[in-house]
């Protein structure tokens, strides 16, 4: 079973994520963050899989430290629901249309952290710094250990800008984390 639960306290935020890879795309969101809680909605439901998310964060002071630890988290489930990636696709990419827009994105389930964000996501949606897009995408990276690439092939309404992006990666994590045979996605033998 590739589940995976954890808690996470610091000065600046409580959390507690769960998620089950092989689920039916149910989500339980509260961040905190109302438009952030509807892109992790998004990404558990393209994605396919079960997230329950729980984070209480100083949102008083900004959204910044729940939506990065929130991906700190959810990396860190991430890695551990995958275990030693036995059997896994391990690339996929995607172009996803939202409206007058379009996300390209392409992850490697490698074990190995990078995150290349072309296009720079800059003002607000509602009250949400879309800047937070890219922090949320660089702390999953680095705790999860994988490779991500996300370029707007067009741009257009902020909005419809992050839910490209988050529904492009969703496909890509339901593709590369899928079983498709019993070896060692790896000429090495190892991917960690």
Known sequence: MRQAQLMRTT????????????????AQIDSGVGFFNH??????????????????????VDDHHSVEDVGIVLGDCLRRALGERQGIARFAQRLVPMDEVA??????????????????????????????????FRALSVHAGMNIYVRLFRR???????????????????????IVSDRIPSSKGTLL
């Open 11 to 26: 000065r600046e935020t409580d959390i507690s994520i769960s998620l089950d890879l092989d689920g039916e795309g149910t």
């Open 39 to 60: 892109m992790l909605e998004l990404l558990a439901v393209h994605a396919g899989m079960d997230l329950n998310v729980i984070c209480k964060g100083d949102v008083e």
């Open 103 to 136: 996300a390209l994105v392409a992850i490697d389930l490698g074990g190995r952290p990078y995150l290349a964000f072309e296009d720079k996501l800059t003002g607000t949606t509602g009250a949400f710094d879309m800047e937070l897009v890219e922090e949320f």
């Open 156 to 178: 257009g309404n902020r909005h419809h800008e992050a839910e490209a992006i988050f529904k492009a990666f969703a496909l890509c994590l339901r593709d590369a984390a899928q």
